[in-house]
């Protein structure tokens, strides 16, 4: 059952409840851990948000001292505000908790022959609101036919930067699309988090 990442709650997050939204979570795992500044209508894009409602968080972030903005053309460059001590804490503490989606997208950018790259299981749950426990790991499905070495390389990488276990299936693309086997039934009708990397198909 895969959820659209555009439907976000606004109250706490199961994935940690210290956070006011599931939207203020996401949007600082995209600052937080992005390697590059993104405007805010980049990060409304991502996001799959309202331009206002990301600009409002953008401004409740930065008088908080968690964000900065600068003005760059005709739009506002949004990163960290590294003056802050509590920033890179926060980092941490937001790559472990929402920091699998982006994380994950990094990693596995690059492999070739993958079609489509899913979260399942418990930390997909949480991230489309279903309460529960604290996930320990991060369950993800490959499908297609890459390099298992590549891919596994992919998730032992991803396993550092979260500080938690990856768990990874390979599944080539006719037993995921055709297959009746009650694990991949099981997967399709739990919530499903498809990612979007950026692949090399040649």
Do not use: C, K
Not at 131 to 137: C, L, N, S, Y
Not at 173 to 189: G, H, N, Y
């Amino acid at each position: 059952m895969a959820v659209p990442f555009s439907q976000m709650r606004t109250s706490a997050p199961p994935l940690l409840a210290i956070f006011r939204s599931q939207l203020q979570g996401e949007l600082l795992a995209l600052v937080l851990l992005g390697e590059t500044p993104n405007t805010i209508a980049d990060l409304a894009r991502q996001l799959d948000a309202p331009l206002s409602t990301v600009h409002r968080e953008v401004r409740r972030l930065e008088r908080a001292g968690i964000l900065h903005t600068e003005q760059m053309g005709r739009g506002r460059l949004v990163s960290p505000n590294h003056a802050n001590p509590a920033v890179q804490p926060l980092r941490e503490l937001v790559a472990i908790t929402f920091g699998p989606r982006h994380v994950v997208e990094e990693e596995f950018s690059g492999l070739a022959q993958v079609s489509g790259l899913y979260i399942f299981g418990s930390w997909a749950a949480r991230n489309f609101g279903v309460e529960g426990h604290t996930p320990g790991d991060v369950d993800i499905l490959v499908v297609g036919s890459p390099d298992r070495d590549e891919v596994f390389a992919a998730a032992d990488r991803a396993q550092i930067r979260l500080h938690r276990e990856i768990n990874t299936t390979i599944v080539s693309d006719q037993r995921w699309t055709d297959s009746e086997e009650p694990f991949l039934r099981t997967i399709r009708s739990q919530p499903l988090l498809e990612l979007q990397p950026l692949w090399n198909h040649s």
